[in-house]
């Protein structure tokens, strides 16, 4: 269990259009040895741009662009353009499931188009999506063989999870389009109707300036594609400054500045709350150099605000690269049951009674949350 | 008691009626019906056309006023189109009086535009008597018929039809034109065939440039063009064999296009340029490019201020501007980096007004020259940064979205004006380059503020006067006696060339 670490970036003031809030964050010092890119996949050949299939049409997926991170050993700034795909296998991710289609994946250096620099790539937010649901598929304790060579076979069956294309939310893409982006920007907080969204956060500023409309092309969950139609224009927080006790020019810009400076605390504790406080339990996926790559999830709390996604931290643990998505509250009901059997071996009788109801009453929780098909295998 | 209140209520209403006119001129000085950074273009028409309505129906000796001030020509043809639409609903006396005014206006629009408008009339079905005699008025004043007639070819046609213009018998009433000239116009225009040749050359090489590639050259530049890609011509080949022909705008505008082909043309002369033009061409130019022209173009752009700047210059004092280059001043498609173009050239154009100038752009560089749209809008400290300069005028050149944290400008202002400096020993005035469609009006930064439109930087001192109405203290009778004397002068200065053909 951990916190997210968001020390050394700082926050400046939001830009408000419609409903949506985006809060910039900016790095006093960019990470130069890490860098991301955006890849753009040209056809269908591995995992393809636009809605793809996989595994026998049961899981549609779309996956407008991933990322390729670069390290450098000597903390020169690497390349952020050039891609290719390969096809060789890399460590396993944390789940002992073999996904059909592999989420991260080490690229060979013979393989690069920019010279023999090796990188990671990923698929942003679908890595932690993938997550959220592989993480109890691959129980220890439980054989699940018989679930997993099904999974292997077929996809990840009870998979209902609705997400939407950033352009489908509505007001984000001129929002993103007006966005003035701050000199040393390294990430993003994007609110719609004043809840958290998503967080986004580079390694460097040129990153970000290259991945910036990607957010466009992101997940967003069902929550915030409801938010951002019925939710009205949002305020802004405006300056204020109280003439009473200025009296020359000097008083009025430590009065500004000081300004300036609550903002930074009164989104933290306010409006990023949720985001911080939380402690996750993040699994390491993937180690590269001094940075590891991790997803984490929520503790499932019921009715609380719960983001899943991906980071990658440096040795001090602090973060590189963020992306969060927002549970809807089902998805949260959901995890919270599985995380529940989870901690009890599966075993219907001990978790119902670790919850305080009867085991029917969970049976029929389970069926209701979508996951008969479990339960029946389980029988 | 009654009559106090009266009174009060009047007075009430009189700044209203002057707030309103301000806000339809600050609008008409900005908003071109195009697309802007934060509204698209069908929420600028909308906006606009709702405005131009209000003020016609209400105040419409102010609305054909208007015309006299520094408003953009799309909106001064549609204040004419309308003003003609509606001639109705005026008396005699007053007709005659938007009659001058449209004359007066008509004679300084670009010729391309008054044709468009012609043929916006001629679609509008609005052809009484008094508009057939004001584009046979304009018609007849045009320098060079026979140039119209082979560069506004459809234009002119569309025009002379709507207008019942006797093409055959221009030429008996004025003198220097040949009859010749006036029928060979008529044919020209309507029967190109029935003539084996014409007697004026220009006419003649239209009609040769048909078949004939070196007659392609003796016609204007936009004419020209079309016949060379009939003929197949290079485009270097082209620009190179046509320079003589073009005007010295569309020189500028080609200039670098010709660069880049290698063309032998000859260089515009940056210097006889106007100064937002100007500046709107160094910004379009790469900044290697600008750093290593440096000399030249500031050379060009301060020659082009101080031009702008005329009798006035010098005269300003000690004066501070503070400069927006956020990245929203990138502009649109339609306008690209429009509200940069005017901060640059207020910039070079206050150097030039000032006796002591500080300028302090957004982001915080310091090099003018090398401007370029980027970062947040932090409005509010650089307005700090200016005001310890303690400069007796303080010029705000920015879109009026402040967002670093936003509203921090208009409360450093509020604070400044009524704790620090509440005699107003310092001049304050904000010049907005964006109409704001959802608002009406151009965003203002605070109310203490005066806010004017801005389109051309060369209108700054004007501006400046005029956005004394804008804080709320003065009335319409200030505000009519402004406009009158504006409309006086403007009937009278007889405008230096008709439009802007040659």
């Not at chain 2, 209520?9 to 000085?29: N, Q, S, T, Y």
């Not at chain 2, 750093?291 to 000690?318: D, I, K, V």
Request: with cysteine.
């Amino acid at each position: 269990m951990s916190r997210l670490d968001l020390s050394g970036l700082s926050v400046r003031p939001a830009q408000v259009w419609g409903g949506v809030r985006l809060v910039p964050l900016v790095r006093a010092e960019p990470i130069t040895d890490l860098r991301l890119h955006r890849e753009v996949y040209a056809d269908d050949e591995s995992c393809g741009s636009g809605p793809s299939t996989v595994a026998a049409d049961r899981h549609t997926s779309y996956i407008p662009h991933g990322f390729v991170a670069n390290w450098t050993g000597d903390g020169s700034p690497a390349a952020s353009y050039g891609s290719q795909l390969s096809d060789e296998r890399g460590p396993v991710a944390c789940a002992p499931l073999h996904l059909p289609r592999k989420m991260v994946q080490r690229r060979p250096k013979a393989r690069t188009s920019d010279g023999g620099r090796s990188g990671l790539r990923f698929l942003p937010l679908h890595l932690a999506l993938d997550g959220y649901l592989a993480l109890h598929f691959g129980g220890p304790s439980v054989v699940w063989e018989e679930w997993t060579r099904r999974a292997v076979r077929e996809g990840l069956s009870p998979r209902a999870e609705t997400a939407y294309r950033g352009g489908q939310v509505r007001g984000l893409g001129d929002a993103l389009r007006i966005f003035e982006i701050h000199p040393g920007q390294c990430g993003v907080l994007v609110y719609v109707a004043d809840a958290l969204a998503a967080a986004f956060v580079v390694p460097h500023p040129d990153d970000y300036r290259a991945l910036h409309p990607s957010l466009l092309h992101d997940l967003y969950g069902e929550l915030m594609y409801q938010f951002a139609l019925y939710g009205g224009p949002v305020p802004e927080f405006t300056a204020r400054i109280s003439p009473e006790h200025i009296t020359s020019l000097a008083d009025l810009r430590s009065a500004a500045e000081r300004c300036q400076r609550e903002w930074e605390l009164q989104h933290d504790g306010l409006m990023a709350g949720a985001l911080l406080d939380a402690s996750y339990d993040v699994r390491q996926v993937y180690r590269m150099g001094r940075f590891r790559l991790s997803r984490f999830l929520p503790p499932f709390a019921l009715h609380r605000t719960q983001h899943i996604g991906e980071t990658i931290t440096d040795g001090r643990g602090r973060v590189a690269y963020l992306k969060t998505f927002r549970l809807s509250d089902k998805q949260v009901r959901r995890g919270h049951v599985l995380h529940r059997l989870a901690a009890h071996d599966w075993h219907i009788g001990a978790t119902a009674a670790a919850m305080g109801i009867s085991g029917q009453e969970l049976m029929r929780r389970v069926r209701h949350l979508g996951f008969e098909g479990l339960l029946r295998v389980h029988r | 008691m009654e009559s106090h209140a009266k009174r009060i209520e009047g007075r009430h209403a009189e700044l209203i009626a002057a707030e309103d006119v301000l806000l339809f001129v600050h609008a008409a000085i900005t908003s071109t019906g195009q697309r802007e950074f934060r509204s698209g273009e069908a929420e600028q028409r909308m906006s606009l056309d709702f405005l131009h309505e209000y003020v016609r129906v209400n105040y419409r000796p102010l609305y054909a006023a208007s015309l006299a001030l520094d408003i953009n020509d799309h909106n001064a043809a549609l204040i004419v189109r309308r003003l003609l639409e509606t001639a109705g609903e005026v008396t005699a006396e007053e007709r005659r009086t938007e009659g001058r005014l449209i004359a007066a206006r008509l004679a300084r629009l670009p010729a391309p535009r008054v044709y468009r408008l012609f043929r916006a009339l001629r679609t509008a079905k609005v052809n009484n008597r008094r508009t057939r005699a004001i584009m046979r008025d304009w018609l007849a004043a045009r320098p060079d018929p026979a140039l119209d007639a082979v560069k506004y070819r459809s234009g002119l046609k569309c025009a002379a039809r709507h207008a019942h213009l006797p093409l055959g018998h221009r030429g008996e009433a004025d003198g220097d034109v040949g009859g010749e000239l006036a029928t060979e116009l008529g044919d020209f225009l309507f029967a190109p065939r029935r003539r084996k040749r014409f007697a004026t050359p220009l006419l003649d090489a239209w009609r040769r440039a048909h078949y004939e590639q070196g007659a392609v050259y003796e016609l204007p530049f936009t004419v020209a063009e079309g016949f060379a890609a009939a003929h197949g011509i290079g485009r270097r080949a082209f620009l190179e064999n046509i320079a003589p022909r073009m005007t010295r705008l569309e020189r500028l505008r080609a200039q670098e296009s010709a660069r880049t082909l290698g063309a032998d043309t000859a260089a515009a002369d940056l210097t006889r340029m106007p100064l937002t033009r100007l500046a709107s061409y160094v910004l379009g130019l790469s900044l290697d490019d600008r750093a290593a022209r440096r000399a030249e173009l500031t050379a060009a752009l301060r020659a082009a201020a101080r031009r702008a700047a005329g009798a006035q210059a010098g005269t300003w004092g000690r004066v501070a501007a503070v400069l927006d280059d956020s990245f929203s001043t990138t502009g649109s498609r339609q306008k690209r980096r429009r509200p940069l173009a005017v901060a640059l050239a207020c910039h070079f154009l206050l150097e030039a007004l000032a006796g002591a100038y500080v300028p302090l752009w957004t982001s915080g560089r310091q090099d003018a020259l090398l401007a370029h749209p980027y970062g947040p809008t932090p409005l509010g400290m650089r307005l700090l940064d200016a005001l310890e300069c303690a400069p007796e005028r303080l010029v705000i050149v920015s879109d009026g979205w402040d967002n670093a944290p936003p509203g921090m400008a208009g409360e450093v202002l509020r604070a400044w004006r009524t704790r620090i400096d509440r005699e107003g020993r310092t001049s304050v005035v904000h010049l907005n380059p964006v109409y704001d469609a959802e608002d009406f009006a151009v965003r203002r930064l605070s109310a203490s503020v005066p806010t004017a439109g801005v389109r051309m930087a060369e209108d700054l001192p004007a501006l400046a006067q005029l956005a004394r109405f804008a804080e709320g203290r003065t009335g319409l009778a200030e505000l009519r006696a402004h406009l009158d004397d504006r409309v006086r002068r403007f009937l009278e200065d007889v405008p230096d060339g008709a439009g802007g053909a040659a």
